[in-house]
């Protein structure tokens, strides 16, 4: 329970308060409680769980980075993902599953794909028995003279919002722990040797310490400015859905030129084509939907590689994400040490989310790998 003593002032007061309870709110709430089970942890949503990008997210987790930093963050997630499957003992493998893939670009490219596996790994061009199997499970699929089909290493396809949900429930397994919901932030400022955190309507709770990790909600909320300065900025992804039920071990087609996949969706029975919508500014809190430019975008592509699957791309998933430069996340200090901001998924949050998680850890409570 929170302490509500006269110390507090009547004040609901928390060890640790997590802004967010998103994959990354949630990874830091449970990675909290499993360092010390003693520490009072709030988890506050300004929607109910399950409102943000967590949500919607297609859960592809593919193990590449664009820089050193981010595959740095890949690799450690990839271990952090793996300890977390041998510990969650109502959720098999933390909801991931392997998923073969392959990728398709332009020749002159495969170099640098290379290059951004954070494993080391290489691509290797397919294999006939290979390409008879694409051929079957990709109806028409083709490329130009200069693009080539290759082979990797598996990956991973996770179930991001069943993943919160469960560390959620570890979490408030301990009547120390509360998840407040309606509760929308809209400051986090130092009070004495609290830190307080006031919400729209006027209501206070306090921490010793407090994390955001407000997903797209970035440049709305308490680290609006904070988030600013580091060049954050709103995109709306959209991820497709292809109406034709994958065959079992359906593998996943990345085009990486066009930062697109097709995914196969376990639980929903479907594809999930994600695609890089251009829409930026845009604000999760707007009407966002899929619009005909996004799904002229998909068919462009669908016709030039899998025509098969035109008649099926019906419906799909929308919302904004917060990208950052170079698609880094951002986990840092906002103008107190008590304070820390997590921001900057940048389409890839699922995937990232345990090292973000963990180097907010580090950062209120000293470096110490969980
Ligand atoms: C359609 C789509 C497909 C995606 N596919 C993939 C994928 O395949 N692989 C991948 O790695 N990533 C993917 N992503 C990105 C990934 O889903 C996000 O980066 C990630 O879920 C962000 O998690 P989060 O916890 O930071 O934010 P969210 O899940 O958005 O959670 C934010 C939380 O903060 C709370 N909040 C915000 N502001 C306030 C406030 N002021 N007061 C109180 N609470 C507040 C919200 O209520 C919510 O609980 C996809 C995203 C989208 C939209």
Not at 72 to 99: I, N
Request: glycine share 10%; proline share 8%.
């Amino acid at each position: 329970m929170p302490d509500t003593t006269s110390e507090s002032g009547g004040v609901p007061h928390y060890d640790l308060a997590v802004v967010g309870a998103g994959v990354v709110g949630a990874l830091t709430a449970y990675y909290a409680v499993r360092q010390d089970p003693a520490r009072r942890v709030l988890v506050i949503t300004h929607g109910v769980r399950g409102t943000g990008a967590t949500r919607v997210s297609a859960g592809f987790d593919t193990p590449t980075g664009h820089n050193p930093a981010q595959r740095e963050l890949a690799a450690r997630s990839t271990a952090l993902f793996d300890k977390l499957a041998t510990e969650l003992a109502d959720l098999p493998g933390a909801g991931r599953q392997p998923v073969d893939v392959y990728w398709l670009l332009g020749r002159d490219n495969v170099a640098a794909l290379d290059a951004t596996m954070a494993d080391g790994g290489t691509t290797s061009p397919v294999e006939p028995r290979q390409r008879r199997m694409l051929d079957e499970v990709f109806p028409g699929l083709a490329h130009g003279d200069g693009e080539v089909l290759l082979a990797s290493a598996p990956m991973t396809a996770g179930q991001p919002q069943l993943l919160a949900d469960h560390l959620l429930d570890a979490v408030l397994s301990s009547p120390a722990n509360t998840l407040l919901e309606g509760f929308r932030v809209a400051s986090v400022r130092r009070a004495g040797e609290r830190v307080e955190l006031v919400a729209t309507d006027g209501s206070r709770v306090t921490a010793d310490k407090a994390v955001v990790a407000p997903g797209p909600w970035a440049l709305s909320g308490p680290v609006a400015d904070a988030a600013r300065e580091r060049g954050a900025r709103v995109k709306k992804v959209v991820a497709f859905h292809i109406m034709t039920t994958p065959p079992p071990g359906a593998p996943a087609l990345i085009f990486e030129d066009a930062d697109a996949f097709l995914l196969p969706h376990d639980p929903g029975g479907h594809w999930i084509f994600s695609i890089t919508s251009p829409d930026w500014d845009r604000g999760p809190d707007e009407p966002l939907a899929v619009d005909a430019r996004d799904r002229d975008m998909a068919l462009a592509l669908l016709e030039r590689h899998v025509p098969g699957f035109v008649p099926h791309l019906l419906g799909g998933r929308v919302l904004g994400d917060c990208f950052t430069p170079g698609h880094l996340p951002v986990v840092d200090t906002v103008g107190d040490d008590d304070v820390v901001m997590a921001i900057g998924g940048s389409g890839s949050g699922y995937r990232l989310a345990p090292a973000m998680a963990e180097d907010v850890l580090d950062l209120l409570y000293g470096r110490t790998r969980i």
